[in-house]
Structure formats: C-alpha cells, structure tokens
C-alpha cells in the first residue's frame, strides 16, 4: 500500500496511508476516495462515500421543498436547504 500511496503522490495525487487503506483527497468539490487491498481477490478496491452524501443531499432538498411548500415562516431557511 506504501507503493501504491508514493505512486499516486508523484503523479501530484494527496494520498496517505492510513489503517491499511489509501485515502486520497482529490481536488475541488471531489469526495474523498480510498483504496483498500482486497487479499482472497488480490485485488484493490476503490471506495466512496457517494451514497451516504447522495441520501444526506436527497433529504435535505425534501426538507427544503417541504418547507417552501408549507410556506411557514422559515422560507429562507427553506431555500438554504434547496
């Protein structure tokens, strides 16, 4: 995994190695990635967050038009959720 870590980072990549896994924290509004060593498939598998955040932003546009829906008072509120 150290290989594959210095590898990622000469390529100008911010990869660390941390409990086993690669994390790499690509650019702009990108999720972190990490990569973990799969030993009984010998392979690397690429992981993210995406559903987690996918459900957060899902609920939090429902919250929103909910609220403007309602239009009780905390429009602004609602349209910062939106």
């Known amino acids: 995994m150290e290989d594959l870590a210095d590898l990622l980072k000469s390529n100008g990549l911010n990869a660390r190695v941390k409990n086993g896994k690669v994390s790499v924290r690509l650019d702009g509004l990108s ?32 919250l929103g038009l909910s609220g403007i829906y309602e239009g009780s008072g ?4 609602s ?4």
């Open 31 to 62: 999720n972190p990635v990490s990569i973990v060593k799969d030993i009984s498939d010998d392979e690397c598998k690429v992981k993210t967050n995406d559903s987690i955040i996918t459900v957060f932003a899902c609920f939090s546009l429902f």
């Open 74 to 77: 905390k429009f602004l509120i």
């Open 79 to 82: 349209c910062a959720f939106v």
